[in-house]
C-alpha cells in the first residue's frame, strides 16, 4: 500500500503532486523528471511486476521493434548514450527491456513505482482540484496532477468468436504473453492476424511447430528488415554522431533515424523505382521503404501504386505455390503502418505452415478441438495465439474509470472517437496530462515520448513558478487541433485504408483520425509556439491567496517550526 506524506506537496489535501501511471518509456521518463529534476513528491503504477511497458507483455516469440536501436531510446542523458552498446541493427525485445531496466536503476526509478497494481478509478475533485485516484489493492490516494503513460498499443484486443471458450487447447494473446513462455515443439498451433506482431510470431515459431495454420483476414504489404549485429565501428561511428542524428531526428517527419526522400516518383518510370525499391527491399526496414525512397508513397495514389506492385514481384518472386502467393498478395493500398519481416514470404514455401483465408471461407465457431469455418471444414489445433492487435490509442483510457468536470467519462466524451489539445490535453479533463494520448504525432515513439514528457514537465513547472493550481486545454482548441489532424489525415492516403490507426480493427469503434500525421518536426514546432505565446489555448486558476509562493516539503517543516 501506498505511504502518503501529505506535508511534502504543493496542494493542501494532496497526498502527492503527481501520480503516473504506466512503466513504459513514457511512465518511466516523466517520473524521473518530475520527482528528480522538479522535485516533486510522485507516485507511480503499472499493473505489471516491473518496468517495460507495453514491451513487459509483448514477450512473444520474435518480438522486435521496427525501429533501429539508436534511436529507439531516450537522448536527454548523453551520458547513457554513449555507455550504452546496442546488440543489433533493430531492437529486439530483450533488448528494450535491458535498456529500461538499465534506466530504472540509473535513476533509482524503482522507489517511486508501486507494481502490481492497476489504477481503475481516478476522479477530478472540483471542490479540491485535486485528483483521486484508486486501485485494484485498495489505495485511494490524491494528486495535484494525473500523468497518463497508458501506451498506444497496450489494451489487448481479442475479438469476438462464436463458442471462444469452447477450445480445450492452450490460448494465448501476443500483448499478453506468459513470463515462462510456451513451448511450440511438434504442436498444432494455430494463429489469427498477419500485421506486424503476427508476421513475426510466424516466422519464429514456424520452425519449432509441428504445424502451424496461419488466419488471415487481409494480405499485407511487408518488406524485409533486414536485422543484423551491429558491428563495433559502426556502433562508434553512431555514438560519434549522436548529436547530429538526434537533431535530424527531431526535425524530420517520422523520426526513425534516417533523412526523409524530397524525390516524388509519381512521374518515373518503372524502371527507375524498381531500382530504388530494390535498393531499399535489400538495405531493409518498413519505413524506410516507404519514406527514404521516394516522397509521395504515402500521398500520391501513382506512386503508391508503384510502392505496391514492386512487393507484388517480390511475393511472386518468393512464394513458390502460386495458389499460395495469390492469398499472400495485397491488391489494396499500400497505406497502413508499413511493415517489415524476417521472412515472412519465405515461410509459406514450409510444408508444415498451411494459410486460411478468413474473408474467402470465414471462421464460423471455435470446437473443442480447434477452429471450424463455414466451409465446414475443422482445423484441429493444440495451441491458439491471437495476434489481433490491441484497442489503439484510447483503448487504455475507456477501459478505466476516468472522469473530469462534472463527472463526464472519458469514454463518454470520446464516443465519437477520441479527441485532445496537442495530444497532451483534454478539455474539461483539468492537471491531467497525456503521454501519447490521441492526435499525438505518428512517428517513432522513444522521440515523440520525450518531446511530450519535456513539454509537459515545463508545463508543470510554469504552474509551479506562477502559484497555479489547475490548468486546463481549451475547447476551441482542442476541437481546432482535431480538425488540423483531420485535414492533413485526408492529404494521405492513410486515411483512404481499413487501418488499426483509424480504429478500423474493433468492430463498432468510430472511425476516428486518431494521429497527428504533420511530421515530428512540425509538431514541435506546434509546442514552441504555444509556449512563445503563454500557453494561449490553456485555461489557468490559481491557488488561494494564502498558500501562494509557501514554501514546500523540507522547507515548508522549517517555515512551520518557525512560525513563517
Known amino acids: 500500500m501506498v505511504k502518503k506524506d501529505q506535508s511534502i506537496t504543493q496542494m493542501p489535501g494532496a497526498d502527492f503532486d503527481a501520480v503516473v501511471v504506466g512503466a513504459g518509456f513514457g511512465g518511466l521518463y516523466m517520473t524521473h523528471k518530475l520527482r528528480d529534476q522538479l522535485g516533486m513528491h510522485v507516485q507511480s503504477y503499472d499493473n505489471a511486476s516491473d518496468v517495460g511497458g507495453t514491451w513487459y507483455w509483448n514477450r512473444y516469440p520474435g518480438a522486435l521493434s521496427d525501429t533501429e536501436s539508436f534511436v529507439y531510446c531516450l537522448s536527454f542523458d548523453k ?12 531492437i529486439t525485445q530483450p533488448e528494450i527491456m535491458e535498456y529500461l531496466n538499465h534506466f530504472a536503476d540509473r535513476f533509482d526509478i524503482r522507489k517511486s513505482y508501486q507494481f502490481e497494481t492497476k489504477v481503475t478509478k481516478a476522479i477530478f475533485n ?35 468468436f462464436k463458442d471462444y471458450d469452447l477450445f480445450k487447447g492452450q490460448t494465448y494473446h501476443t500483448g499478453a504473453w506468459p513470463r515462462d513462455g510456451v513451448d511450440f515443439t511438434g504442436k498444432r498451433v494455430g494463429v489469427i492476424g498477419t500485421g506486424s506482431t503476427g508476421q513475426q510470431f510466424i516466422t519464429a515459431v514456424a520452425p519449432e511447430a509441428g504445424h502451424l495454420t ?21 556502433l ?7 548529436d547530429e542524428r538526434w537533431a535530424q531526428v527531431f526535425s524530420s517527419g517520422v523520426a526513425f533515424g ?3 526522400s524530397t524525390t516524388p516518383c509519381a512521374d518515373l518510370s518503372e524502371e527507375e523505382t524498381d531500382k530504388v525499391f530494390e535498393a531499399a527491399w535489400e538495405n531493409g526496414g518498413g519505413f524506410r521503404y516507404m519514406f527514404e525512397t521516394f516522397s509521395d508513397i504515402a500521398l500520391d495514389p501513382i506512386a503508391n501504386e508503384k510502392a505496391a506492385a514492386f512487393v507484388r514481384k517480390k511475393i511472386a518472386e518468393t512464394v513458390t505455390d502460386p495458389e499460395m502467393a495469390a492469398k499472400l498478395t495485397p491488391h489494396d493500398l499500400y497505406a497502413k503502418r508499413p511493415l517489415c519481416n524476417a521472412g515472412y514470404y519465405e515461410t509459406f514455401n514450409r510444408n508444415n505452415v498451411a494459410l486460411v483465408d478468413v474473408k474467402a471461407d470465414p471462421i464460423a465457431e471455435f470446437t473443442q478441438t480447434g477452429i471450424r469455418t463455414e466451409s465446414g ?26 472522469r473530469g468536470r462534472g463527472g463526464v467519462q472519458i469514454k463518454d466524451k470520446w464516443s465519437d472517437g477520441p479527441t485532445s489539445y496537442l495530444g497532451i490535453a483534454n478539455a474539461g479533463f483539468p492537471n491531467m496530462h497525456m503521454i501519447l494520448g490521441p492526435n499525438g504525432p505518428f512517428t517513432n515513439l522513444p522521440p515523440s515520448i520525450e518531446t511530450q514528457v519535456d513539454w509537459i514537465s515545463d508545463l508543470i513547472e510554469h504552474l509551479r513558478k506562477t502559484d497555479q493550481a489547475v490548468v486546463e486545454a481549451n475547447q476551441d482548441a482542442e476541437d481546432s487541433w482535431g480538425a488540423t489532424c483531420s485535414e492533413i489525415a485526408n492529404m ?6 481499413e487501418s488499426w490507426i483509424f480504429g478500423a480493427n474493433i468492430p463498432g469503434k468510430a472511425h476516428a483520425v486518431m494521429f497527428y500525421l504533420g511530421g515530428l518536426g512540425n509538431y514541435r514546432n506546434v509546442l514552441a509556439e504555444e509556449v512563445s505565446d503563454g500557453y494561449k489555448n490553456f485555461s489557468f486558476k490559481k491557488k488561494p491567496a494564502e498558500l501562494a509562493n509557501k514554501p ?4 515548508s517543516k522549517i517555515a512551520n517550526f518557525f512560525g513563517l
Open 258 to 260: 534516417f533523412e526523409e
Open 377 to 402: 471444414e475443422e482445423h484441429e489445433l493444440d495451441i491458439l495465439i491471437f495476434a489481433t492487435g490491441f484497442d489503439a490509442v484510447d483503448g487504455s483510457y475507456t477501459r478505466m474509470d476516468i
Open 126 to 160: 472540483e471542490q479540491t482540484n485535486l485528483w483521486d485516484v484508486e486501485t485494484d489493492q485498495g489505495d485511494k490516494v490524491t494528486a495535484q496532477h494525473l500523468v497518463t503513460g497508458l501506451g498506444l498499443l497496450s489494451a489487448a484486443n481479442i475479438p469476438k
Open 236 to 242: 562508434n561511428q553512431i555514438k560519434e554522431t549522436y
Open 492 to 497: 494521405t492516403l492513410f486515411s483512404k485504408a
Open 552 to 555: 514546500r516539503g523540507l522547507f
Open 79 to 90: 551520458d547513457l548514450l554513449q555507455e550504452w552498446n546496442w546488440k543489433n541493427r533493430y
Open 214 to 234: 496461419v488466419f488471415q483476414r487481409s494480405p499485407q504489404y511487408s518488406v524485409p528488415v533486414r536485422n543484423r549485429p551491429l558491428a563495433e565501428e559502426e
